[in-house]
Structure formats: C-alpha cells, structure tokens
C-alpha cells in the first residue's frame, strides 16, 4: 500500500515545539485539505528552511479551538501559552472565527519520526 504523505506549514514557535516533542497535538480547520488525513499518514511541516517528518497518530474532531483545547489540554496543544484565553487568541490569529464555526477544527495528535 502507497504511503500517504501531506504537507503543511508551520511557523515558529510552534515548529520547534513540534520538533522538540513538546506539543505533540497540533490543531487545524477541518477544511477538505484536511479532512481527507488519516491515522498513519506522513506529515511534512515545514518552516521557510526546514522540515519535520511526522506520523499522524491520531484525529480527532472538535466544534471549536477551545473545546480541542479544554480536551487535549493545553500542554500538549499549546505547551508554551499559559491560559485556554491565550490559546484561543493563537488560533484566531489563522482563522477568522465564521470559518471555525462552518468546518470545526480538528486536533492532529503527531510524533517525530
């Protein structure tokens, strides 16, 4: 069977988060570019000048950033912010809050390979 590759960006500090094996959650729209991801599948996250090979190990769908947040904790979505508050304002800076309503979010639980 063919392995299933996908490709996103990802920004610091979440990148190195990410690679240090901090967060280990990281969370998306559940838009079609997404959706179509399964258990298994490789991840490459990228940033300007490196990448990261992932294996997604799980998925999981929420209606909202803050109900993925309150369930997957914010240590392993968002190791580095403080209050679910926070959380919620790092995911707005990316989606506007009618395209979260429309899709929900999904939480991507991911390793290093």
Same mark, same amino acid.
């Given at each position: 069977?063919?392995?299933?590759? *996908? !490709?996103?960006?990802?920004?610091?500090?979440?990148? @190195? $988060?990410?690679k240090?094996?901090? !967060? /280990? =959650?990281?969370?998306?729209?559940? @838009? !079609?570019?997404?959706?179509s991801?399964? /258990?298994?599948?490789? &991840?490459? $996250? @990228?940033?300007?000048?490196?990448?990261l090979? $992932?294996?997604? +190990? %799980?998925?999981?769908?929420?209606? @909202?950033?803050?109900?993925?947040?309150?369930?997957?904790? $914010?240590?392993? =979505? &968002?190791?580095?912010?403080?209050?679910?508050?926070?959380?919620?304002?790092?995911?707005?800076?990316?989606? +506007?809050?009618?395209?979260? !309503? *429309?899709?929900? /979010?999904?939480?991507? %639980?991911?390793?290093?390979?």
């Amino acid at each position: 069977m063919e392995e299933r590759i *996908h !490709k996103f960006d990802c920004c610091e500090p979440w990148f @190195s $988060l990410i690679k240090s094996g901090k !967060k /280990v =959650v990281e969370g998306r729209i559940n @838009s !079609k570019k997404y959706s179509s991801m399964q /258990v298994g599948d490789k &991840l490459i $996250l @990228s940033t300007e000048n490196e990448f990261l090979r $992932l294996t997604i +190990k %799980k998925i999981t769908k929420y209606k @909202s950033f803050e109900d993925m947040i309150i369930c997957e904790t $914010l240590e392993r =979505v &968002l190791p580095n912010i403080e209050t679910i508050e926070e959380g919620i304002k790092v995911y707005k800076q990316f989606y +506007k809050p009618e395209i979260e !309503k *429309h899709y929900g /979010v999904i939480a991507i %639980k991911i390793s290093v390979d």
